[in-house]
């Protein structure tokens, strides 16, 4: 006795270890919520009503509480209450309780609960120690779980690691999600100890006794861990050894006891299926295929899928349509036999065409499990209340294990082969049944792969990792046969599907398709094809009530093209908004299922959305009017070139191959030009993986070619939607260091490169008309920017560069034509009219020119240019004053033009001079004075007109104004000379003017020059 008990002390010393470090990490996970519950508890609390009513001592389903009876109870269901106290707790109840499915599916989990609410109350921080106490057990049977196959240290140090690991954490306060993760560490390590050594018989039944009975209590804590039942048959049939005579016959009765004690055990939940049918079982399989569920781990990247986010109304609407027409029994409910069997049928029937995808899948979500403890998942919901205040433990956990995490999710996968290895040095059985055990509860989430579904995997890379240290001795042999049977049974299936998949285009070449009306609408930088009638005003019918369904299959049609576009369907639901792209190798097809479904938001397809730069690819939305023929609708885009289509969904072990091919086929860095086109070839068939785009930008800087780096960021940018303004914005930096060097041919092909990436991007085409007309082709840049403002009328940056090139070569014909032909196909757009204006104005025709301002000014009445424009063509008209007084507010409008439109006024003053309407003229050049000061022609011409009207004084005043600010006008001087000459000054009065001008400008030449005349013609007649 005392042996036995020295011999487990160190280990329960280690188990109490545990349990003091998962109870306070649970604490601090569920201690932020305070008196709140996560989303999920709150979505769920309404199933613990029965446990409240057990702890109130009404029995477990057996009696409920009116209101009036136990309003504290429907507070505390509705979360008015934090708490319940038992003097609250009513005497007596004679409600009966009305159970359903959701009773017996969780009955257990309600049971334990009750016992919770009995010992400790019925509040939300029971709710909290229930989901801590789970976590400390789970993380104790772990240990034990780890301690068949590693020493203690190994396995404290991995269960404390676990115990911590945000992955864990996020979900502990969900009870209903975290509840299963106690059950499946206790069946683990039932199965791990059957399998361990072999026993007496009797042992090994009482054993499967225990796996049976945990199983059952399982599975009425949630459904899903009805899985452990298979494994754990087999397992009892063909991996457990007998110390008998006769082992299959023990082994047959182990697994019937199993098998009995489950049935028992689980009698309440099957009574729950009895009542519901299969439809949660088809419900969430077909959830599974959706590509939000794909995208948790990293699988798809082919030309089709199945579906919206991984939400019940698509899904309940994909099973609806799919009911109708295959002439099933359209489901009432999906909580119904008819949608089981419909959605059943829906299953199967994808299964049989797309059976490789279930196997790449399933590899996918094994693979993904050593990416589970550094998930994105972790890092948006540590973004969320409550845990985006910061100052928690979760924080300082992720961070402490953020190193571990990114090395499982590199290397893990290696540890685990070369642990695999390792153990099948010891013993093939054990290596064998790890294998089975590991690939079948890795594969199983990847019929629903949701964070909450796969979480309580994120131990495995610690079990393999421990492994493998703790048999780190021993050779490493057999990676690769495993490697290679896997990879042969894969390859198969996907053969088969391929086939499937050339079956399937064969049916959409029968399609017919009818065109569908729609609009276009431009909302910035994005264009929306919208139809002009929803589904049921097309078809004739009642917009369906709720829980009826409208089905259509319909398909957007593009054009020729290298790319890949991207686009999304619009919906008035948001679960059914689906972003999706195609990649184009001439012309193609996009096929989709859309859905008119009545409900508390209503849901209609209201079209799709894509890039500006894309929607001319877009040749039009089509109904399949026999789409009730083939018998899937999945979200589907068809090629022109059938070879095209990616037939098959990957993930991430098949981008290993890809990456390992492509290093290859570069000498792993020998030969980058080969690696830069390795990797475009991926890029063009998976666009959607950014590894690829960052090994071909690595092989190309390292080429030492100069051209490649801007030809990968082409590829990159061509068929990576997401990627598109960095790669044209990489490309254009090119051409305009280029430029900057004189090479302005290349720059210009760089920006045409540009150009393809990214067609919308205007500005490329700018800078090519502008390196057009720097290297004397004028013509080909008139050409460019008239094209550019064909595209984007509402271009003045263009549009004064076209203006200038027309005014420098003399084309005011040419130009007035251009900007009439663009005035009249944009009616609405301003920029086009304004210039129209000034071209008209330009050509002598200042009335159209006048009439132009004036409608443009009403759409833009605070334009500047705009308004001093017509105030000048007003004053020509006669209307001085109000001429004038616009061009006065436009510069106060916009002082920067003050300069312009002071030299435009003094223009018009020129106009009336030259009409010898001098008072007018005076006016105006005094008006440009006080518009621009600093400009001095216009006080120059004030003193040439008050010459000629004879104010001599008035004049030489003005002349002395302006070389007062600018000494240096020999034109000004010239002038004041003369008139003091016609004003009969003579030497010494001149000597004196030109004196002062010196004295204030010493260093003036222009003043001391005509100050020495001055000197030498007034000493001459001295002399005389």
């Known amino acids: ?98 159970r359903n499915f959701h009773f017996y599916f969780h009955y257990y989990l309600i049971a334990f609960m009750g016992g919770m609410f009995r010992l400790f109350g019925i509040s939300v921080q029971t709710i909290h120690l229930a989901c801590v106490v789970m976590h400390m057990a789970a993380m104790m049977f772990l240990y034990v779980l780890l301690r068949l196959m590693m020493g203690r240290l190994l396995s404290l ?38 399998l361990k050594k072999a026993r007496a018989p009797w042992r090994q039944i009482l054993l499967a006794l225990a796996l049976g009975i945990v199983i059952g209590v399982g599975y009425g804590f949630r459904q899903d861990l009805l899985i452990c039942m298979p494994p754990a048959m087999v397992l009892l049939l063909f991996g457990v050894r007998m110390h008998a005579s006769h082992p299959w016959r023990w082994r047959v009765a182990a697994a019937m006891a199993c098998a009995a004690a489950f049935m028992v055990t ?20 077909l959830q599974g295929l959706t590509s939000s569920a794909e995208a948790e781990i990293q699988f798809g990247n082919a030309d089709y899928d199945f579906g919206f986010l991984g939400l019940d109304t698509p899904v309940i609407a994909s099973v609806g349509a799919y009911a109708l027409r295959t002439g099933r029994d359209y489901p009432e409910s999906y909580v119904s036999p008819q949608y089981a069997d419909a959605g059943g049928r829906l299953f199967r029937e994808t299964v049989l065409t797309f059976p490789a995808d279930f196997a790449a899948r399933a590899l996918a979500a094994a693979e993904h499990t050593f990416h589970i403890p550094g998930s994105r998942f972790i890092q948006e919901t540590l973004k969320l209340a409550p845990y985006s205040g910061g100052g928690h433990r979760l924080e300082l956990f992720d ?35 790890v294998c089975v055990l590991f690939f079948y509860f890795a594969a199983y989430p990847s019929l629903l792969a949701e964070f909450r579904h796969l979480f309580y995997l994120a131990f495995v890379p610690v079990f393999f990792t421990g492994v493998l240290l703790s048999r780190v001795w021993q050779a490493v042999y057999g990676a690769a046969a495993l490697a290679g049977i896997i ?24 399609v017919h398709l009818r065109l569908l009306p729609c609009r276009t609408e431009r909302h910035e930088n994005r264009i929306r094809l919208v139809p002009e009638q929803s589904l049921s005003e097309f078809f004739g019918v009642p917009f369906p009530t709720r829980g009826q369904l409208l089905p259509a299959y319909l398909a957007v049609r593009f054009k020729q093209a290298d790319r890949t576009v991207a686009f999304t369907l619009l919906n008035e639901n948001d679960a059914f908004v689906k972003p999706c792209q195609l990649r184009l190798k001439g012309t193609g097809s996009y096929f989709f299922p859309v859905y008119a479904l009545g409900g508390i938001t209503n849901t209609v397809f209201t079209g799709v959305e894509l890039s500006a730069e894309d929607g001319p690819l877009v040749e039009g939305l089509y109904l399949v009017e026999n789409g009730d023929t083939l018998p899937l609708w999945p979200f589907i885009g068809v090629p022109e070139n059938r070879e095209q289509f990616l037939a098959c969904k990957t993930g991430i072990l098949d981008r ?37 785009a960052e090994r071909a930008l690595a092989h190309a800087a390292r080429s030492g070619d100069e051209t490649l780096l801007p030809a990968a960021w082409e590829t990159i940018g061509v068929y990576m939607p997401e990627m598109r303004a960095e790669a044209a914005f990489r490309i254009a930096e090119k051409a305009e260091a280029l430029k900057n060097q004189g090479s302005y041919k290349q720059a210009i092909h760089y920006h045409e490169t540009a150009l393809n990436v990214a067609p919308g991007e205007l500005w490329n085409r700018v800078r090519i008309g502008e390196l057009q007309a720097a290297s004397g082709d004028q013509e080909s840049a008139r050409h460019t920017f008239k094209r550019i403002l064909r595209q984007a009328p509402e271009s003045p940056y263009t549009a004064k560069l076209l203006d200038d090139l027309c005014q420098q070569e003399g084309l005011h014909e040419d130009a007035a034509v ?37 409608r443009f000014l009403r759409m833009r009445p605070d334009h500047a240019p705009a308004l001093y424009r017509q105030g000048a063509l007003e004053a020509m008209r006669g209307n001085i004053e109000d001429g004038a007084g616009k061009m006065r507010d436009a510069a106060k409008r916009d002082p920067q033009l003050a300069s312009e439109i002071a030299k435009r006024c003094a223009e018009v003053a020129v106009y009336f001079a030259e009409q010898q309407h001098y008072e007018a003229a005076v006016y105006l050049n005094q008006t440009a004075l006080e518009i621009f000061p600093d400009d001095l022609w216009p006080q120059v011409r004030l003193g040439e007109l008050y010459d000629t009207a004879g104010d001599l004084e008035a004049a030489r005043n003005a002349y002395l104004l302006v070389l007062e600010k600018a000494p240096e006008s020999p034109y000004t001087a010239g002038k004041l000379e003369a ?34 005349e001055s000197l030498t013609e007034n000493h001459r007649q001295d002399m005389q």
């Not at 769920?44 to 509480?65: E, I, K, N, V, W």
């Not at 069946?187 to 791990?192: P, Y």
């Not at 190193?403 to 059985?429: I, K, T």
């Not at 492509?662 to 666009?687: C, H, K, M, N, Q």
Request: glycine share 8%.
């Open 157 to 194: 140090a991995g269960t404390v690691y676990t115990a911590t690991l945000p992955a864990f954490l996020v979900v502990l306060p969900d009870f209903r999600d975290y509840g299963k993760v106690p059950i499946f560490m206790a069946v683990l390590l039932l199965m791990g100890y059957l």
């Open 487 to 510: 990879a042969a049974a894969l390859a198969g299936l996907r053969i088969y599907q391929y086939r499937q998949a050339g079956r399937l285009l064969d049916r959409y070449t029968g």
């Open 399 to 433: 961070r402490m294990h953020a190193p571990l995490d990114e090395f499982f999710s590199r290397y893990g996968p290696l540890c685990a082969v070369l642990a695999v290895v390792a153990l099948a040095a010891q013993s093939y059985s054990a290596a064998f049944w």
């Open 266 to 285: 689980a009698t309440p939940v099957f009574k729950g299926r009895q009542e519901s049918g299969d439809f949660v079982i088809a419900h969430t399989l």
């Open 656 to 692: 290993w191959v890809e990456t390992l091919g492509a290093e290859l086929a570069s000498g792993f860095g020998l030969w980058p030009e080969r690696g830069v086109d390795a990797y475009a070839a991926l890029i063009r068939r998976t666009p959607g993986h950014l590894p690829f």
């Open 1 to 98: 006795m005392m042996t036995s008990i020295r011999r487990f002390f160190p280990d329960l010393l280690m188990l109490l270890i545990v349990a003091g470090v998962s109870g306070w990490s649970g604490w601090e996970a569920v201690r932020i919520y305070g008196d709140e519950l996560s989303l999920s508890s709150q979505s769920h609390l309404f199933g613990l009503r029965p446990s409240a009513l057990f702890a109130a001592g009404f029995g477990l389903g057996h009696t409920d509480c009116g209101e009036q009876e136990f309003p504290e109870l429907d507070a505390f269901m509705e979360r008015n209450i934090a708490a319940i106290p038992r003097s609250a707790y009513p005497e007596a109840c004679e409600k009966p309780f009305g």
């Open 979 to 1012: 008139l003091m000459r016609r004003m009969k000054l003579n030497a010494r009065q001149r000597m004196e003017v030109w004196e002062d001008l010196v004295k204030r400008h010493p260093d003036a030449t222009v003043p001391a020059a005509y100050l020495q």
């Open 818 to 854: 251009f900007w009439r032909e663009l005035n009249e196909a944009y009616p609405d757009a301003d920029v086009p009219l304004l210039f129209r204006g000034i071209s008209l104005e330009r050509a002598g025709n200042t009335d159209a020119a006048y009439d132009a301002y004036s």
